[in-house]
């Protein structure tokens, strides 16, 4: 085992903890956050092997912050390194422009906190494919359960040598061979197998490319209806999470609602009162491109996690503060 390590320096407003968490995916295989050491990981595989790809905070200037990252594993060279950081550019949405979406929060009564504490980069998997199988297992069940699918799942990805219990995601010949009786199972995905295995099969046969969407996603001329539509085209991804994975290729134009989201409205919004889609549409509609966001971060801020991250910054009690006039 060797490593080798790079810097990335990115523009502030930006923090590794506030992006790391700011989704469920990094109490999902193959990621995790080490609260003690302030470290983002995610167990990769480049060319046939596989590294733990370690990223924490370096230093934090007015204008930046510098990401240490390291990378480990047998035979690291240069070119795995920058294929490995290529792809956490994705991971943490380091490319995202948020400057639009900085200026929205800065006029709302509850999200003004954002920019503050370097919050806006969503996480994702580099991957698309992985993101539409993690997608599959948090359908129709609550994410203790879907966490448990999805690192069973995870499982199945080759080890990081000398230590067993660290898998590079499966790709998607590899969930094929373990097979519907092992999803149902091991995995215990119940009705969700069949929907996994024929978008892998897909996938592997080429009637779905998941890879290709980052692509189209960053032309201006592609719509979200096109995007959506290949989305919902994939067997079990229903309209919410074609809305989620849509924002994961960002654009937020698109409501993601499902039982989370009318609770989180009837919560803040709507003073108790169960509301419609159209409601929640309308409620949320001023926030134009930038709406699936913006009902994100509300719902995040009411997270232990995100409460936390905002005590740490030492704006605990602003969280309510009203719009700036």
């Given amino acids: 085992m060797n490593t080798k390590t790079t810097t990335l320096t990115i523009k502030q407003p930006f923090s590794l903890k506030a992006t790391a968490l700011s989704h469920g995916w990094h109490e999902c295989a193959p990621m995790s956050w080490c609260e003690g050491g302030r470290c983002f990981q995610v167990i990769e595989r480049e060319a046939k092997r596989v590294y733990r790809v370690s990223v924490t905070e370096r230093a934090r200037r007015p204008a930046t912050v510098q990401l240490a990252v390291s990378v480990e594993g047998h035979d690291v060279k240069d070119t795995i390194v920058a294929d490995i950081t290529a792809r956490l550019h994705s991971t943490l949405g380091l490319d995202s422009d948020l400057t639009e979406f900085h200026a929205i929060c800065a006029d709302h009564p509850t999200l003004h906190v954002v920019p503050k504490i370097g919050a806006g980069r969503g996480l994702r998997s580099a991957s698309m494919t992985e993101n539409v199988v993690k997608a599959l297992c948090a359908t129709n069940v609550n994410w203790t359960q879907a966490v448990k699918m999805i690192n069973r799942i995870g499982q199945l990805g080759p080890p990081l040598p000398h230590f067993v219990n660290l898998n590079a995601w499966p790709a998607p010949r590899e969930i094929l061979r373990a097979g519907e009786r092992y999803l149902k199972e091991v995995c215990r995905v119940g009705y969700r197998a069949e929907s996994i295995l024929e978008f892998c099969r897909d996938v592997c046969d080429g009637r779905v490319d998941p890879e290709e969407l980052d692509a189209r ?102 969280v309510a503060k009203g719009p700036r006039k």
């Fill in 217 to 318: 996603a960053a032309s201006p001329e592609v719509t979200s209806d096109e995007i959506l539509a290949r989305l919902r085209a994939i067997r079990g991804i229903g309209p919410s999470s074609a809305n989620y994975l849509l924002s994961f290729l960002g654009r937020h134009d698109r409501l993601s609602i499902d039982s989370a989201t009318v609770a989180h409205v009837a919560r803040t919004h709507t003073k108790g009162r169960k509301p419609s889609n159209g409601q929640i549409e309308k409620i949320y509609a001023k926030f134009g491109r930038w709406k699936n966001k913006c009902w994100w971060y509300e719902h995040w801020l009411t997270w232990e996690t995100g409460k936390q991250i905002v005590r740490e910054a030492g704006l605990d009690g602003t």
